[in-house]
C-alpha cells in the first residue's frame, strides 16, 4: 500500500496529538446583557422568546436582547431552580427557597400554603397526558387541581429532585438520597435504588423520555435506561460516574446529556459524541439543556451564561496545536481513501478517525505551498510552489526548471485522455512525458493557467488568465463553444453528472456549457457575487460556488429548469466559519461527505444533517413611538395590553400623526440576518424593499384608518406566511368629524332651504306679475292682430270691388266694339282681370289672408272663363288633378294668369263646332320648390303656324305666359301631340 511507502519514506512520520473538532457554538455572558451567569433552566414558548432561569432573576430572549423578570416585577425569589412551559402556554418557575410561581404574560402568580403547597423547594415540574401538573419539592410529590394544590401519597415524602410522565401514563419520581419511583399507569409503584437495580447512585439528578419509550435517568454517578428493565448505561472514556445534570432531544432525534463538570456528551442511538471546551465549549460545566423550534441546542452553564449549538452540518479544525487557524490550500484522497490536506506554508496532514495527523518532515522546503493533490496509481502528485513532487514508491522526485518546468507555482494536475500528466502552471501547461516536462504551445504567448480538468467526453480543458482552452494535437486552442463569451480569467472548471461544464470566471460569472450552448450567468440571473474563485459539483445535483466572501450551495435542476438561481448561502453567521474557501480546494468523499479547505482552517460538511425546516421567525412588536419619542401610553389615557405593553386599536388625534415602529423577528439560529418587509395599508398597500433594519417610522398621516403589517425572513430564505399586524386610527380635527360635518350640513341645508323658499316666494310673484303682462301683451297683439286682418281683408274686397269696376267697365266698352278682333282683345282683358278678381276675392272671404290654396283658386278661374266663353262642362270635361298646395299672393296671381291664358285658349281654339272634349289641369311637386304645372286637352291642336307666330312674338298671349314663366324661375313648353299639352316647369320659394 502506497501510504506505508510514504511512510517508510517519510522516515516514519511522527503524528502529532489528535486535534479536536470544534462545532458552531456561540455563548451570551454579562457582556451582551444576561443578568447572571448561572443559567439554571431553558424554557422557549410558541412565541419564539427564550426564557432562561439565573439567580438573579427570569430573563426573555429574543435572540438580541434580554428583558430580565426581578422581584421588582412581582417574582418572588432570584433563586430560580426549574421551568416548564405547558400544553396552555403558561409558564410555571420553580424557585429553590420561595415555592411555585405562575406567570401568564402579564403578572406572577404565588402557589403557596394559601393553595395547599407547603413546599417551598420545586426542583422539577412535568405535565401528563391529562394536562395536570405536577412538582417535585422537597418534602413530596404534588399535583394542581383547578382550585388548590394537592400532595400524592402513594409516594413516601422525600426530596425529589426529578419528575417525568411517560406516553403510556406511567410517573418517574427521582429523589435525592432514595433512589427513583415508578408508578404506572393502574398505580402499581416500583422502587429502584442502587442496591435493589442497575441504577448507578442512589442521588437522582434528571429523568427524561425518548420517542421509544425509554426512559433515561441520570445521577449523581452515571446515566441509567429504563424500559422493560433499567439497566445502566456505559459512558465513553473515564465518563461513567460523571454527574449528569440534564437532558434535551435534538431535532435529529439525538440524546444530549449535560454534565456537571465534564462537558457534553450526545447519543444517536448506537455512539456518543464528546463535546468539551476544546470542541468549543466555553466551560464543561453544565446545568440545563434545551432544543428550540429550529433544532438549535441550547446549553445553560455554571458560571459562563448560556451558549447556542447550531449547524451541526459543519465541522470545523481550526486548531491544530503547534497551527492556529492554518490556510488549507489543497485536499485530496488517495486511492485508499484516506484524506489528505495541505497549507499554504507547506504542512502536509492526514485525516484519521482520532483527527488529523501532521507530517513530519516534509520532502518540500518550509513556506512551499501546497496548492493540489492528484493520485495517479500508488503515487501522489502533489502540486506546489516549488515545483511538482511525486511521492511514492519509497522515494521522491521534484520536477522542476530543470525538468522543463516554465514556473516553480504548479496549481492543478490531471491525468489526461492519453494517460500522461498534465499541469497548469504560472507560466503555461505542461505535460509530463518520459520523466521530463514538455510545455504545450499556445499561438497567443505565454498564459498563466490557474487549473485543469479532464471532463467525461475525455476533453482535457484549462482554465487561464486569458479564457478557457482545450488541449487538442499538442498545443492549447481556443473552444469555439465559448467564443461569444469574451472570458479573461477562469479559476475553476467542473462538471455534473450530466455532463455539464460549469466555468468560474473571476468578476465576470458562472459560464455553463450544456452541449454546444453556452450561457453566462451574472447578477441579473441571480448570482450573488460574480467573484468566483473555485466550483465543484457534489453527488447531490449541487453546485458549490466559493466566492470571495460566502459559499453557495445551488440546485442545478432548478437552474437549468427555470434559469435562474435558488440557493442556500453558508456564512459565519449560518455556520460556515472557514470564511474563505481556498482554490480549488473542496472535495466529496465516498461517504458524501465534504471537506473545504479555508483561510481558518479544514471545514468539514456533512449532508445528512443539513436539514432545511421552515421555522420563521417569530414577530414582534416591540414598541410604537410618537414623534419619534418614547411614549407613556398609560399616561396619555390608552388602555394598554399587558402582554406588549402596547394600546389595542388607538385612536390617536390629528396631532399625533408621527408613528414609529420597532420591531423584532426572533430567530434563533442567525437573528443578525434577519429580513424585514412592511407596508402601512390605508397608506401604501406596496410592500417595502427587504431590510435589516428594525424600525420604521411614517410622518404626517393624515386622519384614517391604518394597519401596520410586518413580514420577516430568516438566513434559509423563509418568509412568515402571515404578516404580524397592528391597527390604529387618527381621528381627525372637530370641524373634521362626522357630527360636526354632520351638525354643519344641517346648518347649511337649513339656510339653503331659506333661501330657495324665499327666492321660490319671489318667483312665484314674479311669475304672476308675467302672466299678467303676457296675457295683456297677448289680447293686445290679438287685436292688433285681429285688426290688421280687418284692414288685409278691406283692401282685399276695395281691390276686388275696384277689378271688377274695371271688368263692367270693360264690358261697356265691349259693347260699343264691332270689330270681332278688338272684342276678342276686350274678352281677353276680363278674363285676366277677372283671374286677379277672383285671387282677392278669397283672400277676404277666408282667415289666411297669406296663402292660397291652387286647387280651389284654379278651379274659379275655369269656372269663370266656361261661363265668359259659354261652354259648358258637358260638353268640355274639365279634370283637375291638383295635390293640396298653397302659395304666396304673387306666385299665386302669376300662376292665376299662366292658368287663365292657357285655358282661354283651350276653350276659344280647342274645340271648333261645339265638339267635346276634356281640358285637364295637372300639378307635380318634385321636391320643396320644384314643381312642374301641365294644361293638356285632346281637341284639334296648335296650328301650323303656332311655332313661327311664337319666335316672331305675334302673339300677346304667348309673349304674357312666357313673362310670367321668368318671374317663378322656370320655362313652359308646348306639345302638338294628341291635342295641345303645355307643360310649366317653375320654382315657389320655401
Known amino acids: 500500500m502506497y501510504l506505508r511507502r510514504l511512510l517508510f519514506f517519510l522516515s516514519l512520520f511522527v503524528a502529532s496529538a489528535a486535534t479536536a473538532q470544534q462545532y458552531n457554538i456561540r455563548s451570551w455572558t454579562l457582556e451582551q446583557g444576561l443578568p447572571q451567569s448561572q443559567v439554571m433552566a431553558i424554557q422557549q414558548d410558541n412565541k419564539g422568546f427564550l426564557w432562561l432561569a439565573t439567580r438573579a432573576g427570569l430573563s426573555r430572549f429574543n435572540g438580541i436582547n434580554f428583558h430580565t423578570y426581578t422581584k421588582d416585577h412581582g417574582l418572588s425569589s432570584h433563586n430560580i431552580s426549574t421551568l416548564f412551559i405547558d400544553s396552555r402556554q403558561r409558564l410555571w418557575i420553580g424557585t429553590t427557597d420561595a415555592g411555585l410561581q405562575l406567570f401568564d404574560g402579564t403578572g406572577f402568580e404565588r402557589y403557596g400554603p394559601g393553595y395547599g403547597l407547603r413546599a417551598q423547594a420545586i426542583n422539577c415540574i412535568s405535565e401528563d397526558r391529562k394536562g395536570n401538573i405536577w412538582l417535585a419539592t422537597n418534602e413530596g410529590i404534588f399535583y394542581i387541581t383547578s382550585t388548590r394544590v394537592e400532595k400524592y401519597k402513594a409516594l413516601p415524602d422525600a426530596f425529589y429532585t426529578a419528575i417525568a410522565h411517560t406516553a403510556s401514563g406511567n410517573l418517574w419520581a427521582g429523589t435525592q438520597q432514595n433512589g427513583v419511583y415508578k408508578v404506572s399507569a393502574d398505580n402499581l409503584v416500583s422502587h429502584y435504588t442502587p442496591e435493589s437495580s442497575a441504577l448507578p447512585h442512589q442521588h437522582v439528578t434528571t429523568i427524561t423520555t425518548d420517542n421509544d419509550g425509554h426512559v433515561w435517568i441520570g445521577t449523581a454517578r452515571g446515566l441509567a435506561r429504563a424500559s422493560d428493565t433499567l439497566s445502566p448505561v456505559e459512558?465513553?472514556?473515564?465518563?461513567?460516574?460523571?454527574?449528569?445534570?440534564?437532558f434535551t432531544h435534538d431535532s435529529y432525534n439525538n440524546l444530549w446529556i449535560g454534565l456537571q463538570r465534564d462537558g457534553l456528551l450526545k447519543y444517536d442511538g448506537q455512539s456518543f459524541s464528546y463535546i468539551t471546551r476544546r470542541s468549543g465549549l466555553r466551560t464543561s460545566r453544565i446545568t440545563s439543556l434545551a432544543t428550540d423550534a429550529e433544532g438549535n441546542v441550547w446549553i445553560g452553564t455554571n458560571?459562563?451564561?448560556?451558549?447556542?449549538?447550531?449547524?451541526?452540518?459543519?465541522?470545523?479544525?481550526?486548531?491544530?496545536?503547534?497551527?492556529?487557524?492554518?490556510?488549507?490550500?489543497?485536499?485530496?484522497?488517495?486511492?485508499?481513501?484516506t484524506l489528505w490536506f495541505g497549507t499554504d506554508e507547506g504542512e502536509l496532514a492526514r485525516m484519521l478517525p482520532r483527527g488529523p495527523e501532521w507530517q513530519t518532515p516534509t520532502p518540500w522546503p518550509r513556506g512551499a505551498s501546497i496548492y493540489h493533490f492528484l493520485p495517479a496509481g500508488e503515487e501522489m502528485w502533489v502540486s506546489t510552489s516549488n515545483g511538482i513532487w511525486r511521492l511514492g514508491k519509497g522515494s521522491s522526485k521534484r520536477y522542476a526548471v530543470a525538468q522543463g518546468l516554465p514556473s516553480p507555482d504548479v496549481y492543478q494536475g490531471a491525468v489526461g485522455p492519453?494517460?500522461?500528466?498534465?499541469?497548469?502552471?504560472?507560466?503555461?501547461?505542461?505535460?509530463?512525458?518520459?520523466?521530463?516536462?514538455?510545455?504545450?504551445?499556445?499561438?497567443?504567448?505565454?498564459?498563466?493557467?490557474?487549473?485543469?480538468?479532464?471532463?467525461?467526453?475525455?476533453?482535457?480543458?484549462?482554465?487561464?488568465?486569458?479564457?478557457?482552452?482545450l488541449v487538442e494535437q499538442g498545443q492549447l486552442v481556443k473552444p469555439q463553444e465559448l467564443a461569444q463569451h469574451q472570458l479573461s480569467e477562469i479559476r475553476s472548471i467542473t462538471e455534473d453528472k450530466n455532463g455539464n461544464l460549469y466555468f468560474a470566471a473571476f468578476n465576470t460569472g458562472l459560464l455553463v456549457l450544456q452541449g454546444s450552448q453556452a450561457k453566462l450567468y451574472t447578477s441579473a440571473e441571480g448570482l450573488p457575487n460574480e467573484a468566483i474563485k473555485t466550483l465543484y459539483t457534489d453527488d447531490q445535483d449541487n453546485l458549490w460556488i466559493a466566492t470571495n466572501r460566502e459559499l453557495l450551495k445551488v440546485d442545478l435542476p432548478l437552474l437549468h429548469k427555470q434559469g435562474r438561481f435558488s440557493y442556500r448561502t453558508y456564512t459565519s453567521p449560518s455556520g460556515f466559519r472557514g470564511q474563505e474557501v481556498c482554490d480549488n480546494a473542496i472535495l466529496q468523499t465516498a461517504d458524501g461527505h465534504i471537506w473545504f479547505g479555508t483561510n481558518k482552517g479544514l471545514t468539514h460538511y456533512l449532508p445528512h444533517l443539513d436539514r432545511q425546516r421552515p421555522a420563521y421567525p417569530k414577530l414582534v412588536l416591540t414598541e410604537v413611538l410618537l414623534h419619534s419619542t418614547p411614549t407613556d401610553w398609560d399616561a396619555l389615557g390608552y388602555k394598554v395590553d399587558s402582554l406588549t405593553g402596547l394600546p389595542r386599536n388607538p385612536r390617536l388625534p390629528y396631532t399625533l400623526n408621527h408613528l414609529s415602529f420597532n420591531f423584532h423577528g426572533i430567530s434563533l439560529s442567525d437573528p443578525e440576518q434577519v429580513e424585514y418587509k412592511y407596508r402601512l395599508r390605508g397608506f401604501d398597500d406596496t410592500w417595502s424593499h427587504g431590510t435589516e433594519r428594525s424600525y420604521t417610522t411614517f410622518a404626517n398621516l393624515l386622519p384614517g384608518k391604518y394597519t401596520f403589517e410586518l413580514l420577516a425572513r430568516n438566513t434559509d430564505g423563509n418568509w412568515t406566511p402571515e404578516p404580524l399586524t397592528y391597527s390604529f386610527t387618527i381621528t381627525p380635527p372637530f370641524w373634521r368629524r362626522e357630527w360636526f360635518i354632520g351638525v354643519l350640513l344641517l346648518?347649511?341645508?337649513?339656510?339653503?332651504?331659506?333661501?330657495?323658499?324665499?327666492?321660490e316666494r319671489s318667483l312665484v310673484k314674479m311669475n304672476s306679475?308675467?302672466?299678467?303682462?303676457?296675457?295683456?301683451?297677448?289680447?293686445?297683439?290679438?287685436r292688433q292682430n285681429r285688426e290688421k286682418e280687418i284692414l288685409l281683408q278691406e283692401i282685399h274686397h276695395r281691390v276686388k270691388n275696384n277689378l271688377q269696376i274695371v271688368i263692367s267697365m270693360l264690358n261697356l266698352q265691349a259693347r260699343h266694339v264691332q270689330d270681332p278682333t278688338a272684342q276678342e282683345v276686350?274678352?281677353?282683358?276680363?278674363?285676366r282681370v277677372r283671374s286677379m278678381s277672383l285671387l282677392h276675392e278669397r283672400l277676404y272671404?277666408?282667415?289666411?289672408?297669406?296663402?292660397?290654396?291652387?286647387?280651389?283658386?284654379?278651379?274659379?278661374?275655369?269656372?269663370?272663363?266656361?261661363?265668359?266663353?259659354?261652354?259648358?262642362?258637358?260638353?268640355?270635361?274639365?279634370?283637375?288633378?291638383?295635390?293640396?298646395?298653397?302659395?304666396?299672393?304673387?306666385?299665386?296671381?302669376?300662376?292665376?294668369?299662366?292658368?287663365?291664358?292657357?285655358?282661354?285658349?283651350?276653350?276659344?281654339?280647342?274645340?271648333?263646332?261645339?265638339?267635346?272634349?276634356?281640358?285637364?289641369?295637372?300639378?307635380?311637386?318634385?321636391?320643396?320648390?320644384?314643381?312642374?304645372?301641365?294644361?293638356?286637352?285632346?281637341?284639334?291642336?296648335?296650328?301650323?303656324d303656332f311655332f313661327e307666330k311664337q319666335q316672331s312674338g305675334q302673339s300677346f298671349g304667348l309673349k304674357l305666359v312666357q313673362s310670367l314663366s321668368r318671374k317663378l324661375e322656370g320655362n313652359i313648353s308646348f306639345y302638338n301631340t294628341h291635342g295641345t299639352k303645355s307643360i310649366f316647369y317653375f320654382v315657389l320659394p320655401s
Open 747 to 759: 346648518v347649511l341645508a337649513g339656510a339653503v332651504l331659506s333661501v330657495v323658499r324665499l327666492r
Open 826 to 831: 276686350m274678352q281677353a282683358l276680363r278674363s
Open 418 to 469: 492519453d494517460g500522461k500528466l498534465y499541469f497548469a502552471t504560472a507560466g503555461g501547461v505542461v505535460m509530463l512525458s518520459q520523466d521530463s516536462l514538455k510545455r504545450i504551445p499556445f499561438a497567443g504567448g505565454t498564459i498563466k493557467a490557474s487549473t485543469i480538468f479532464r471532463d467525461s467526453q475525455n476533453r482535457l480543458w484549462v482554465g487561464a488568465d486569458q479564457g478557457a482552452f
Open 235 to 246: 459512558l465513553p472514556g473515564n465518563l461513567d460516574s460523571s454527574y449528569v445534570t440534564c
Open 303 to 337: 458560571g459562563y451564561g448560556v451558549q447556542q449549538y447550531r449547524a451541526p452540518w459543519f465541522v470545523h479544525f481550526f486548531d491544530f496545536g503547534h497551527l492556529t487557524e492554518p490556510r488549507i490550500t489543497a485536499v485530496g484522497q488517495d486511492q485508499s481513501g
Open 769 to 782: 306679475l308675467l302672466e299678467m303682462k303676457v296675457d295683456h301683451r297677448t289680447r293686445l297683439l290679438e
Open 845 to 944: 272671404r277666408h282667415d289666411d289672408l297669406e296663402q292660397i290654396s291652387l286647387e280651389e283658386y284654379f278651379l274659379e278661374i275655369c269656372e269663370s272663363l266656361y261661363a265668359s266663353y259659354g261652354v259648358s262642362m258637358d260638353r268640355v270635361e274639365l279634370e283637375l288633378d291638383i295635390p293640396y298646395t298653397k302659395v304666396d299672393l304673387d306666385a299665386a296671381i302669376t300662376l292665376g294668369l299662366i292658368v287663365n291664358e292657357l285655358v282661354s285658349n283651350t276653350l276659344k281654339y280647342a274645340f271648333p263646332n261645339n265638339a267635346h272634349g276634356v281640358l285637364r289641369i295637372e300639378l307635380k311637386k318634385h321636391d320643396d320648390v320644384q314643381y312642374t304645372l301641365t294644361i293638356s286637352d285632346n281637341g284639334r291642336g296648335l296650328p301650323k
